[in-house]
Nanobody, 123 residues
Framework: QVQLVESGGGLVQPGGSLRLSCAAS????????MAWYRQDPGKQRELVAN???????TYADPVVGRFTISRDNAKNTITLQMNTLKPEDTAVYYC?????????????????WGQGTQVTVSS
């Protein structure tokens, strides 16, 4: 079993900052990519930022220059530093990992999601 546990969401004023964390645990052989997605009610879940095992990152256009994703491979964790937050950043943020399990070897990949953490940007 694999678990992704997010933390760090909350309420913040426009222009403020929040830091999200996601920790993966379980019978993991190797984690390939990890990412943050977000979803507003009634909208599709969208990619916010992605980081591969080598540390290469990609960001959605709306968060470029404001959000930073980072990763600690030794601890199987990622963080999302969110600065200059805007009301339109309000959403539930989900952690996602593409990984291989110890029981199945490296060839077979699985996708896991966290339970989500609410971020609300409002004055």
């Amino acid at each position: 079993q694999v678990q992704l546990v997010e933390s760090g969401g909350g309420l913040v004023q426009p222009g403020g900052s929040l830091r999200l964390s996601c920790a993966a645990s379980g019978s993991i052989a190797r984690i390939n990519t990890m990412a943050w997605y977000r979803q507003d009610p009634g909208k599709q879940r969208e990619l916010v930022a992605n980081i591969d095992s080598g540390g290469s990152t990609t960001y959605a256009d709306p968060v470029v220059g404001r959000f930073t994703i980072s990763r600690d491979n030794a601890k199987n964790t990622i963080t999302l530093q969110m600065n200059t937050l805007k009301p339109e950043d309000t959403a539930v943020y989900y952690c996602r990992a593409v990984l291989s399990l110890s029981a199945y070897g490296s060839a077979q990949k699985f996708i896991y999601w966290g339970q989500g953490t609410q971020v609300t940007v409002s004055s």
